[in-house]
């Protein structure tokens, strides 16, 4: 099932009401949004809304938001759990956090988007970083930095980090980067010139 909202519509959010695309667990529940030059608001922008949730299910290929506009969630205006959207030229504004990714298994596209006034603007695991977070801007977020959750980034390849429109800021856990227990894998982190 694909939700597909035409361009220039406004969709609100009461208090504590998310939108869920796939399930989290269940195969034969797949789902995808399509949203071209929307907003997403609350309805009362004095309280806010929750998040517009991505659950592992979500189908990649078929899921976008581009020059969206995501604004007053007092939860994570997108969270983005085990899959790989596409959140392109969007403005994010006025959230407490803007994306939140819960996993080093979701890529999600994240570019060309401005965040403004959050609290946190981008919250993502170092694993789930792969040439995908470039062609940001911040300005005047609570937290003006990509929050950056360690782990181990393992396999075999490369991994590149692109300088974003803001530093990485390595939190909660150390990074490892090393090869899938398997000598012949070689893991290798490239961090793209000028990025902090």
């Known amino acids: 099932m694909i939700l597909k909202i035409e361009p220039g519509t406004v969709v609100q959010f009461a208090d504590y009401i998310d939108l869920h695309i796939g399930h989290d667990g269940n195969s034969n529940y797949r789902g995808a949004l399509q949203a071209d030059g929307v907003t ?4 009362d922008t004095t309280v806010g809304w929750d998040e517009i949730e991505f659950n592992a299910y979500t189908d990649d290929d078929e899921t976008y938001l581009d020059s ?5 969630s007092h939860e994570m ?3 983005i759990n085990e899959c790989s959207p596409s959140i392109t030229n969007s403005t994010f504004r006025n959230n407490e956090n803007g994306i939140t990714q819960t996993s080093g298994e979701s890529f999600a596209l994240i570019a060309g ?3 403004i006034n959050n609290t946190r603007p981008v919250s993502v695991f170092a694993n789930g970083i792969d040439s995908t977070l470039y062609g940001n ?3 005047d977020n609570v937290q003006n930095y990509i929050e950056v959750q ?3 980034i393992q396999g075999d390849g490369t991994h590149i980090w692109a300088m974003d429109g803001a ?3 390595v939190v909660g856990n150390n990074i490892s980067v090393q090869g899938d227990n398997n000598s012949d894998h070689l893991m290798i982190l490239k961090i793209e010139p000028g990025t902090v």
């Open 77 to 79: 205006a997108l969270f």
């Open 137 to 139: 801007t911040y300005i």
């Open 113 to 115: 988007n401005t965040f």
């Open 40 to 43: 997403f608001t609350a309805l």
């Open 167 to 169: 530093p990485y800021a």
């Open 68 to 72: 969206c506009v995501i604004e007053y």
């Open 150 to 152: 360690g782990q181990n």
